[in-house]
């Protein structure tokens, strides 16, 4: 850091018009400095972006998505290793089309949204694996248990936005979703396809 005795070596004072001159400069050069140290960071686009999940019941396929997701992107193009994310849902916004369903979904032999109403995925490795494409890896957190996960990323630029899409196969008994008779995969599968669709500003 410049000090005032490396500015003004001089013993005659420098005249007012020099010192807001000096000034100007000096913060225009702090800002060039600061802004590429956050230039990778962006906002998601909530309206664009959707967290969905798809699974079997009684051997046919079932949507359903979450309205109410957050993240935080820190991506760097030029540099995609050094990039990080994460992704924060809100369980008690999981949607199957029906508000019964809705409900029954949140209760203890679910979700259990009462004792975790979030799940979440932290970043812990990006690579590149071809032009547009990473491979991905880190800690997914779903109703108080962490298991490490890796999935296939794919990466394009739409005007002045990032469009990450990407889609996760997980066992739900895995993260103790289905409880007691629900463990039973003869009626609901094990098998669960988390697929997202992040859009950001």
Known sequence: MFTTNSLFTRKTAAPSGSRS??????????????????AALVKLDTAKSAVTIIFKQM??????KFKKISANIDYDAAKPEASKASVEI????????????NQEVLKKEWF???????ASFVSTAMKQSAAGKLDVSGKLTIKGRVLDVTFPLTVKKEGSSQVFDGSLPIKRLAFNIGEGEWKDTGMVADEVVIKFHVVTQ
């Open 21 to 38: 001159g000096t000034a100007a400069v000096i913060l225009a050069l702090a800002t060039a400095i600061a802004i590429p140290a956050y």
């Open 59 to 64: 051997n046919v396929p079932v949507d359903a």
């Open 90 to 101: 809100d369980l008690t916004s999981f949607d199957l089309g029906d508000p019964q369903y």
């Open 112 to 118: 259990n949204t009462a004792q975790f109403p979030k």
